[in-house]
C-alpha cells in the first residue's frame, strides 16, 4: 500500500545512468526527454495532492508513505494538516453568541423642542424626569456624583419634587452624612423608594426624604446597623482611640437624626441598634422609616383578574361576552358596537 504518492512516483520512468550523465554539448540546458519526465512528475504530483485533500476516510490516508512524502514537499504531516482543516471548518461555522449589553442600555429620547429622536443612556434619560437611581455601594465617588446631581435638578427647578430610587447594598459614614446634608439643604422636595434592600446608610437616606413621600415596594428590607470603621486599623494606639471616638460620634449623630425622622425616642433607637436587624415593608412603615408602601393596583393572582379563554388579561372583547361562554370552543354572543 503506497498510496497515490508512491503511485504517482512509479508512474515515471526512471532513466538510464547513460541517459542520466551530461555530455559536454548538453550539459548547459537539459533535453527535451529530461523536460518531459519532470512535468509527468509534476502531473502526477498535483493529482496526488488533489485526491488527498478531496478524500480524508481512505485507508491510504493514514499510510505512513504518504505522510512521508507529503512532508517531504515541505508540508506538515497529514494528520495535522486534516486537524487544523476542521479546526478551522468549526471555528468558521461557529457563531457569536447574542449577550445582554454591558454598558448602560440605550432608549430614545426626543429633546424639547426637537423633531427628531437621538439615543441617550437610560440614566440621562431618568434624570430628565428629576428620578436619581442610587444601585452601588456609596463611598466618595458616588456620593459626589449624587450631589452634584441633586445641586444641578435644584439650580434648574427649585419647586419640583427630586426622586431617589434606592437599592443599596452599603455605605460609609461620612460620604453618606454628605448626601445627607446635599438632601436636607436643597429646597426641592425630595422623594425616596426603596426598590430592593437599604443597608445601614441607605436606610437612614430613606429615611431622611421629605415626609409624606417616603415609599419603598412590599418586598422591600431595610437593614438597619452602625456603621464601622472605613478602614483598616493601623498606626500608634492614640491615633486609633481617636479614629473609634470620631466613629462613634457619627453613628451617635446618625441616632440622633434617625429618631428624629422616625419619631422613635433616642432611647429606643439606642436600644434597637445595639445589634443588626431586619425591617420588612410593613415593619418599617410601623416604625417611621417610610410613609407607604406601594401596592400594585390589581395581584395576577387575583380571581377577579384571572386571564380567561378568549379574552387578554382580564379584558372583555367586542365580539364575545365571557361571563355567558368561554371563548373556547363555545358559541360566542355578539353584540352591537
Given at each position: 500500500d503506497l498510496?497515490?504518492?508512491g503511485a504517482a512516483m512509479?508512474?515515471?520512468?526512471?532513466?538510464?545512468?547513460?541517459?542520466?550523465e551530461p555530455s559536454p554539448a548538453s550539459s548547459?540546458?537539459?533535453?527535451?526527454?529530461?523536460l518531459s519526465r519532470r512535468f509527468l512528475a509534476c502531473l502526477c504530483l498535483c493529482s496526488a495532492v488533489s485526491s488527498l485533500a478531496s478524500t480524508t476516510d481512505a485507508p491510504w490516508a493514514r499510510s505512513r508513505g504518504s505522510e512521508a512524502a507529503f512532508r517531504s514537499l515541505g508540508g506538515s504531516s497529514l494528520r495535522e494538516s486534516m486537524r487544523r482543516r476542521r479546526g478551522r471548518?468549526?471555528?468558521g461555522a461557529r457563531r457569536t453568541p447574542v449577550m445582554m449589553p454591558s454598558t448602560t442600555p440605550q432608549v430614545p429620547y426626543k429633546p424639547p423642542g426637537s423633531d427628531f429622536y437621538t439615543w441617550v443612556d437610560l440614566n440621562t434619560r431618568l434624570l430628565r424626569d428629576r428620578v436619581i437611581f442610587v444601585g452601588r455601594f456609596l463611598d466618595e465617588e458616588a456620593a459626589n456624583q449624587i450631589i452634584a446631581t441633586l445641586l444641578y435638578l435644584r439650580s434648574e427647578d427649585s419647586t419640583r419634587p427630586i426622586s431617589l430610587y434606592m437599592n443599596v447594598p452599603g455605605a460609609l459614614m461620612k460620604p453618606s452624612l454628605a448626601i445627607y446634608d446635599a438632601m436636607i439643604g436643597v429646597e426641592c422636595p425630595i422623594s425616596t423608594l426603596n426598590l430592593g434592600l437599604a443597608t445601614g446608610m441607605g436606610a437612614f437616606l430613606c429615611a431622611a426624604g421629605t415626609p409624606g413621600q417616603r415609599f419603598c415596594l412590599p418586598n422591600a428590607r431595610f437593614l438597619m446597623q452602625?456603621?464601622?470603621m472605613e478602614e483598616g486599623m493601623r498606626?500608634?494606639?492614640?491615633?486609633?482611640?481617636?479614629?473609634?471616638?470620631?466613629?462613634y460620634k457619627d453613628n451617635e449623630r446618625m441616632l440622633a437624626k434617625l429618631a428624629q425622622h422616625t419619631g422613635q425616642s433616642l432611647t429606643k433607637i439606642k436600644k434597637d441598634f445595639e445589634r443588626d436587624f431586619y425591617l420588612t415593608a410593613n415593619e418599617a412603615k410601623?416604625?417611621?422609616?417610610?410613609?407607604?408602601?406601594?401596592?400594585?393596583?390589581?395581584?395576577?393572582?387575583?380571581p377577579a383578574m384571572r386571564a380567561e379563554f378568549g379574552r387578554f388579561e382580564g379584558e372583555p372583547q367586542r365580539y364575545q361576552d365571557y361571563r355567558e361562554s368561554s371563548g373556547w370552543g363555545g358559541a360566542p354572543s355578539y353584540t352591537k358596537g
Amino acid at each position: 500500500d503506497l498510496g497515490p504518492f508512491g503511485a504517482a512516483m512509479c508512474l515515471v520512468p526512471r532513466p538510464s545512468s547513460s541517459a542520466m550523465e551530461p555530455s559536454p554539448a548538453s550539459s548547459s540546458r537539459p533535453t527535451s526527454s529530461h523536460l518531459s519526465r519532470r512535468f509527468l512528475a509534476c502531473l502526477c504530483l498535483c493529482s496526488a495532492v488533489s485526491s488527498l485533500a478531496s478524500t480524508t476516510d481512505a485507508p491510504w490516508a493514514r499510510s505512513r508513505g504518504s505522510e512521508a512524502a507529503f512532508r517531504s514537499l515541505g508540508g506538515s504531516s497529514l494528520r495535522e494538516s486534516m486537524r487544523r482543516r476542521r479546526g478551522r471548518t468549526q471555528m468558521g461555522a461557529r457563531r457569536t453568541p447574542v449577550m445582554m449589553p454591558s454598558t448602560t442600555p440605550q432608549v430614545p429620547y426626543k429633546p424639547p423642542g426637537s423633531d427628531f429622536y437621538t439615543w441617550v443612556d437610560l440614566n440621562t434619560r431618568l434624570l430628565r424626569d428629576r428620578v436619581i437611581f442610587v444601585g452601588r455601594f456609596l463611598d466618595e465617588e458616588a456620593a459626589n456624583q449624587i450631589i452634584a446631581t441633586l445641586l444641578y435638578l435644584r439650580s434648574e427647578d427649585s419647586t419640583r419634587p427630586i426622586s431617589l430610587y434606592m437599592n443599596v447594598p452599603g455605605a460609609l459614614m461620612k460620604p453618606s452624612l454628605a448626601i445627607y446634608d446635599a438632601m436636607i439643604g436643597v429646597e426641592c422636595p425630595i422623594s425616596t423608594l426603596n426598590l430592593g434592600l437599604a443597608t445601614g446608610m441607605g436606610a437612614f437616606l430613606c429615611a431622611a426624604g421629605t415626609p409624606g413621600q417616603r415609599f419603598c415596594l412590599p418586598n422591600a428590607r431595610f437593614l438597619m446597623q452602625k456603621t464601622g470603621m472605613e478602614e483598616g486599623m493601623r498606626g500608634q494606639a492614640t491615633d486609633l482611640a481617636i479614629d473609634v471616638a470620631e466613629n462613634y460620634k457619627d453613628n451617635e449623630r446618625m441616632l440622633a437624626k434617625l429618631a428624629q425622622h422616625t419619631g422613635q425616642s433616642l432611647t429606643k433607637i439606642k436600644k434597637d441598634f445595639e445589634r443588626d436587624f431586619y425591617l420588612t415593608a410593613n415593619e418599617a412603615k410601623l416604625y417611621g422609616v417610610v410613609d407607604k408602601v406601594l401596592l400594585p393596583k390589581y395581584s395576577r393572582s387575583d380571581p377577579a383578574m384571572r386571564a380567561e379563554f378568549g379574552r387578554f388579561e382580564g379584558e372583555p372583547q367586542r365580539y364575545q361576552d365571557y361571563r355567558e361562554s368561554s371563548g373556547w370552543g363555545g358559541a360566542p354572543s355578539y353584540t352591537k358596537g
